[in-house]
T-cell receptor
């Protein structure tokens, strides 16, 4: 199974809502990533988890809160978002560990619209 | 710091013509280089990767790329474009091992004209 799955596919939320994005992989990868992608732009790294520990936080606002319950799951909790947070949110995973190439496998993304 | 530059935000080719998408990298150490493709409203799919094993890298869907250290380039080519190749293509660079950050280029949108 070389697939990364993300739910939901689409999400519309108000600025006062709390919602969560979910990501799952069953490739035995130990590194998982959240990216944000605005239209006509490359993905921007938000967070990296390595062996279930937060390893990189790219100065993301606290209204985004990541969580890695286990090696297969990655969540992104959303609270009090702004309209400019509307974007495609991509999850990815890679083998992780020293000596492994950083080929990342991407999920299909969640299209988030903040009203 | 590592970075990649993609020349040309839009490239148009006729169906059956050669596809050439340009990528130049900047890295103080031997880089790991990737090409990803993104179809509309989808995630990114890895086309190919360079990891220093061979300078000419073959990928999926008939694409290949050549690593040229003297030119700091990693251009993507395909001999004959197909309508299904129309998509956004991203060149990317990373360090080695673990969870090193991957830095993407700004992307090139490929249009294939019938």
């Amino acid at each position: 199974d070389t697939e990364v799955t993300q739910t939901p596919k689409h999400l519309v939320m108000g600025m006062t809502n709390k919602k969560s994005l979910k990501c799952e992989q069953h490739m035995g990868h130990r590194a998982m990533y959240w990216y944000k992608q605005k239209a006509k732009k490359p993905p921007e790294l938000m967070f990296v988890y390595s062996y279930e520990k937060l390893s990189i936080n790219e100065s993301v606002p606290s209204r985004f809160s990541p969580e890695c319950p286990n090696s297969s799951l990655l969540n992104l909790h959303l609270h009090a978002l702004q309209p400019e947070d509307s974007a495609l949110y991509l999850c990815a995973s890679s083998q992780g560990g020293q000596g492994y190439h950083n080929e990342q496998f991407f999920g299909p993304g969640t299209r988030l619209t903040v009203l | 710091a590592q970075s990649v530059t993609q020349l040309g935000s839009h490239v148009s080719v006729s169906e059956g013509a050669l596809v050439l998408l340009r990528c130049n990298y900047s890295s103080s150490v031997p880089p790991y280089l990737f090409w990803y493709v993104q179809y509309p409203n989808q995630g990114l799919q890895l086309l190919l990767k360079y990891t220093s094993a061979a300078t000419l890298v073959k990928g999926i869907n008939g694409f290949e790329a050549e690593f040229k250290k003297s030119e700091t380039s990693f251009h993507l080519t395909k001999p004959s474009a197909h309508m299904s190749d129309a998509a956004e293509y991203f060149c990317a660079v990373s360090g080695s091992g673990g969870y090193q950050k991957v830095t993407f280029g700004t992307g090139t949108k490929l249009q294939v004209i019938p």
